[in-house]
C-alpha cells in the first residue's frame, strides 16, 4: 500500500501562484512514477502532469504546459506541483496519484490516489 497526501491548496487570485506537495508513505517512493489530475465542478477528472521513478521525464497537459512544473524529491518522499500564473479555469480539486509501472496522461493504471486538496483561482 502507498498512502499520498495533497497539500498546499487554497485560494489565490488570477495571476497568482500555490505550490502543491503530495507527500507518499508506505512504499519506496523510489520505485514510483508521480501523476497530478485534477477535477474542475461539473467535469471529470484530468490528466496535469506526470513524472517518472527518477524524475527524468515530465509529462504535462497542453492547458497547463508553461505555467505548471512536476518535480520530486525522492530523499523527502514528496512530488510537488508548482502552479504559476493560476487563471480561473484551473479552479478544481488536485490530486496525486502513483503506480510502479505507468507515468502517462490516463488516470485508470494508477493504482494509488490521495485525498485531494481544493485550488481556486479567482478573477
Known amino acids: 500500500q502507498v498512502q499520498l497526501v495533497e497539500t498546499g491548496g487554497g485560494l489565490v487570485q488570477a495571476g497568482g501562484s500555490l505550490r502543491l506537495s503530495c507527500a507518499a508513505s508506505?512504499?519506496?517512493?523510489?520505485?514510483?512514477?508521480m501523476g497530478w489530475f485534477r477535477r474542475a465542478p461539473g467535469k471529470e477528472r484530468e490528466f496535469v502532469a506526470a513524472i517518472d521513478k527518477s524524475g527524468g521525464s515530465t509529462y504535462y497537459a497542453d492547458s497547463v504546459k508553461g505555467r505548471f512544473t512536476i518535480s520530486r524529491d525522492n530523499a523527502k518522499i514528496t512530488v510537488y506541483l508548482q502552479m504559476n500564473s493560476l487563471k480561473p479555469e484551473d479552479t478544481a480539486i488536485y490530486f496525486c496519484a502513483a503506480d510502479r509501472s505507468y507515468a502517462g496522461t490516463h488516470l485508470t493504471p494508477y493504482e494509488y490516489w490521495g485525498q485531494g486538496t481544493q485550488v481556486t483561482v479567482s478573477s
Open positions: 508506505g512504499r519506496i517512493f523510489s520505485n514510483y512514477n
